[in-house]
């Protein structure tokens, strides 16, 4: 981690989450499961159940499905599983999956506002780094951190923190946008306000989450947006 400090005047920061936030990651990632799981005979699964499974990254997601399924898993299997996943997913990178519609304009709208932008997702740096690669989103973000950076990822709070700081922010002029329980949780637990989106992969409608915002459309993200949620964060 760097110790840089964090200028006075620093930009405020817009951190958003990745699967199923900024990119639609869902076909791939059940075509890369169904593949893992394959191996152990296991049913194929599908988008609804992928909403249960996914949030803590792959290695969690694997023994998710595992769970649903019912079948026992011991830990060297997972692992073994894992490398057949990540074999998978990095050979087909990027499927299909590509940005929510207004992402790049709401990006460009941002910047142009004086705004920074960051990624703090739980999938491992070398599936998420790669994958923002590919899409030609990398050069937009001042820090992007994944599930594996730290020794904690979301919800713990200080997954949000060390995106911040690796962004030269501050706690008190960042905003986390996402689409689960992990982001809402993360958010609150670090003291920055929050926005959900109701167009990714929870399991549950995200205002029930209580996020301080909700939009279903980029369009939506407007630095007028941002800069009243700070202004107003608790
Ligand atoms: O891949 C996952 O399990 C979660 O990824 P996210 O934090 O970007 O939603
Ligand atoms: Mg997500």
């Known amino acids: 981690m760097t110790s840089r400090k964090a200028p006075i005047l620093s930009a405020p920061l817009v951190i ?3 699967d199923g936030t900024m990119i639609d990651t869902a076909h791939d990632l059940i075509d890369s499961l169904n593949y893992t799981i394959a191996a152990r005979d296991l049913a194929p699964v599908t988008f609804e159940d992928l909403t249960h499974l996914v949030g803590q990254g792959a290695r969690v997601m694997i023994r998710r499905a595992f769970a649903l399924r019912e079948q026992p898993i011991d830990d060297s ?3 073994s599983l894992l490398e057949r996943f990540l074999g ?5 990178m990027p499927g299909k999956s ?24 739980n999938k491992m740096e070398e599936l998420a780094l790669p994958l923002l690669e590919k899409l030609s989103l990398t050069s937009r973000f001042s820090a992007i951190t994944g599930g594996d950076t730290f ?5 713990d709070a200080a997954h949000i923190l060390g995106t911040i700081e690796r962004a ?4 008190a002029r960042s905003i986390m946008i996402g689409d689960s329980i992990n982001d809402i949780m993360a958010a609150r637990n670090a003291g920055v306000p929050s926005i959900g989106v109701t167009f990714g992969y929870s399991d549950v409608p995200v205002a029930e989450l ?11 993200l407007t630095p007028e947006l941002v800069s009243g949620l700070l202004a107003h964060r608790n």
Do not use: M, N, W
Request: charged share 30%; hydrophobic share 40%.
């Open 168 to 171: 030269g922010a501050l706690p």
């Open 16 to 18: 958003f989450d990745l």
């Open 88 to 92: 998978h997913y990095k050979e087909h």
């Open 151 to 155: 020794a904690v990822r979301k919800p």
């Open 98 to 121: 590509r940005a929510y519609d207004g992402l790049e304009a709401c990006l460009d709208r941002l910047q142009a506002a004086g705004y920074a932008a960051a990624v703090c997702t």
């Open 77 to 79: 299997e997972v692992e």
């Open 210 to 220: 209580k996020p301080d915002h909700v939009i279903s459309h980029f369009d939506e």
